[in-house]
């Protein structure tokens, strides 16, 4: 009998996780990564599973939408989330890796398995990769598709694709930062309660720092393009022209600030820098995803308490993401509708975020191997935050289809529940009873 096979195109966080899940299920897995040899606008590294954004996967709480997602990873066996635990750095209630040691320690694992070959160089076109009968292949491409690539995909979608704007936020090194203008502390002393790094601003400094933003020059969009941003994620200038309270409600929010031993005063809003690294040598500017230009940035966020003389070593960037319109496509297996040995994972799926890149980078892992050696692919109960979030995905208007994260709401509702902690907690255990069921009758350990 001729062994199974599966090829996986993009080394991000989908495509490593997908690899992954092949692997430990016996399938010979050749892994396409286009880095070094071609790069992305946004890629700083030739690292496989690079975060090229925040270095946050957001909430622990398993009651909250990530943690919820995060903990039936875990349970399903998921590398990516063994390895983020392993590099965390202290975020407060947030799960935060410290990107180089998390991207190295994915690229390790992944190249000590006998079953996985990693392929440096651009796959230039599909048509080679979908000849061989019976060996899935899962794009895991990410929103920077290889031109050529995405080009015949449309083709293959006869036409049919989306984009939005993403950005990234910047980067600051630790020893330029003015610490006698900044204090130490976590919102409502999360974590170890001095996880994040604040820099305080008055009413008046809120203002001018407000006035500056909507002042400062924007870097151009990708030819004629509209402006079209991820609505979850949007840029701090963008908050900023939206309404005076729009920061002040959101990344810049004071609530549940304390210094030690009492209240900041003076405490109209507040900047937080999260930590990179465990040694506190660089930080990122908590929510300051950006389209403003370099030279706009050293300008305006030196107004910021502490950064008067900050040294950047990334500048937040704008860059186009490419995504498919998933419910005219795809399955909730994320087999593709008429082509069912090929499936989908990732961004290009148009499902937000880090911890969704390796959700469906699992599932597309799992159902490859499943059709590599002759099973049925396998659809996760609506009950759990996986199955829930896929059903969306495929089930939402294809009119009006746009990048989402996972949310409760997408969860079937529970009754006979009052408060919104009882109906989260509800709806959190009857998503671990579902999970623990499905995996004892319809996935094998391994």
Same mark, same amino acid.
């Given at each position: 009998?001729?062994?199974?096979?599966?090829?996986?195109?993009?080394g991000?966080?989908?495509?490593?996780?997908?690899?992954?899940?092949?692997?430990r299920?016996?399938?010979?897995?050749?892994?396409?990564?286009m880095?070094?040899?071609?790069?992305?606008p946004?890629?700083?590294?030739?690292h496989?599973?690079?975060?090229?954004?925040?270095?946050?996967f957001k909430?622990?709480?398993?009651?909250?939408a990530?943690?919820?997602?995060k903990?039936?990873?875990?349970?399903?066996?998921?590398l990516?989330m063994?390895?983020?635990?392993?590099?965390?750095?202290p975020?407060?209630?947030?799960l935060?890796?410290?990107?180089e040691?998390?991207?190295? $320690?994915?690229?390790?694992?992944?190249?000590?398995?006998?079953?996985?070959?990693i392929v440096?160089e651009?796959?230039?076109?599909?048509?080679?990769?979908?000849d061989?009968?019976?060996?899935?292949v899962? &794009?895991a491409?990410?929103?920077?598709?290889?031109?050529? +690539?995405?080009?015949?995909?449309?083709?293959?979608?006869?036409?049919?694709?989306l984009?939005?704007y993403?950005?990234?936020?910047?980067?600051?090194?630790g020893d330029?930062?003015?610490?006698?203008?900044l204090?130490?502390?976590s919102?409502?002393?999360?974590?170890?309660?001095?996880?994040? &790094?604040?820099?305080?601003?008055?009413?008046?400094?809120?203002?001018?720092?407000?006035r500056?933003l909507?002042?400062?020059?924007? %870097?151009p969009?990708?030819g004629?393009?509209?402006?079209?941003p991820?609505?979850?994620?949007l840029?701090?200038?963008?908050?900023?022209r939206?309404?005076?309270?729009?920061?002040?409600?959101?990344?810049?929010?004071?609530?549940?600030?304390?210094r030690?031993?009492?209240?900041?005063?003076?405490?109209?809003?507040? +900047?937080?820098?999260?930590?990179?690294? $465990?040694?506190?040598? %660089?930080?990122?500017?908590?929510?300051?995803?950006?389209?403003?230009?370099?030279?706009?940035?050293k300008e305006?966020? $030196?107004?910021?308490p502490?950064?008067?003389n900050?040294?950047?070593?990334?500048?937040?960037?704008?860059?186009?993401?490419?995504?498919?319109?998933?419910?005219r496509h795809l399955?909730?297996?994320?087999?593709?509708?008429?082509?069912?040995?090929?499936?989908?994972?990732g961004?290009?799926?148009?499902l937000?975020?880090?911890?969704?890149?390796?959700?469906?980078?699992?599932?597309?892992?799992?159902n490859?191997?499943?059709?590599?050696?002759?099973?049925k692919?396998?659809?996760?109960p609506h009950?759990?935050?996986?199955?829930?979030?896929?059903?969306?995905m495929?089930?939402?208007?294809p009119?009006?289809?746009?990048p989402?994260?996972?949310m409760?709401?997408?969860?079937?509702p529970?009754?006979?529940?009052?408060?919104?902690?009882a109906?989260?907690?509800? &709806?959190?255990e009857?998503?671990?009873?579902?999970?623990e069921?499905?995996?004892?009758?319809?996935?094998? %350990?391994?």
């Amino acid at each position: 009998m001729a062994k199974a096979k599966a090829k996986v195109i993009g080394g991000g966080l989908a495509g490593c996780e997908a690899a992954w899940q092949l692997a430990r299920r016996g399938v010979d897995v050749t892994l396409y990564e286009m880095r070094p040899r071609a790069n992305t606008p946004f890629h700083q590294t030739a690292h496989l599973a690079e975060l090229v954004c925040s270095n946050s996967f957001k909430s622990d709480d398993p009651l909250r939408a990530p943690g919820m997602l995060k903990a039936e990873l875990k349970r399903l066996g998921s590398l990516l989330m063994d390895v983020a635990d392993e590099t965390r750095v202290p975020a407060g209630a947030a799960l935060a890796v410290d990107r180089e040691h998390f991207s190295a $320690a994915v690229e390790r694992g992944l190249e000590g398995l006998d079953n996985v070959q990693i392929v440096r160089e651009p796959v230039e076109s599909l048509r080679g990769f979908l000849d061989e009968p019976g060996a899935p292949v899962i &794009l895991a491409t990410g929103p920077a598709t290889h031109p050529p +690539v995405f080009a015949e995909l449309k083709q293959l979608l006869g036409g049919d694709s989306l984009y939005f704007y993403d950005a990234t936020s910047p980067i600051i090194a630790g020893d330029s930062l003015d610490m006698s203008r900044l204090f130490f502390a976590s919102r409502y002393g999360k974590g170890t309660g001095n996880d994040y &790094l604040n820099a305080p601003l008055d009413e008046n400094e809120y203002i001018a720092f407000r006035r500056a933003l909507l002042a400062a020059e924007l %870097a151009p969009l990708h030819g004629g393009d509209e402006f079209v941003p991820f609505e979850g994620c949007l840029p701090i200038e963008e908050l900023a022209r939206r309404s005076e309270g729009a920061m002040r409600f959101g990344p810049l929010r004071p609530v549940g600030l304390k210094r030690e031993g009492g209240k900041v005063e003076g405490l109209y809003a507040a +900047v937080q820098l999260r930590r990179e690294d $465990a040694l506190q040598k %660089a930080w990122s500017l908590v929510g300051f995803q950006t389209r403003l230009t370099q030279k706009a940035q050293k300008e305006v966020f $030196a107004r910021i308490p502490g950064l008067e003389n900050a040294c950047f070593l990334r500048f937040g960037r704008m860059h186009r993401n490419n995504y498919i319109c998933a419910p005219r496509h795809l399955l909730p297996t994320l087999q593709l509708r008429a082509h069912p040995y090929i499936l989908f994972a990732g961004q290009l799926t148009g499902l937000e975020g880090y911890v969704a890149a390796t959700a469906t980078g699992l599932v597309a892992g799992l159902n490859a191997a499943r059709l590599a050696q002759g099973s049925k692919p396998l659809e996760f109960p609506h009950e759990t935050a996986t199955g829930a979030m896929l059903r969306y995905m495929v089930e939402a208007d294809p009119d009006d289809y746009s990048p989402t994260a996972f949310m409760l709401s997408m969860l079937p509702p529970i009754t006979g529940t009052r408060g919104k902690r009882a109906r989260h907690q509800a &709806l959190s255990e009857r998503a671990k009873t579902k999970l623990e069921s499905f995996v004892r009758e319809r996935i094998p %350990a391994k």
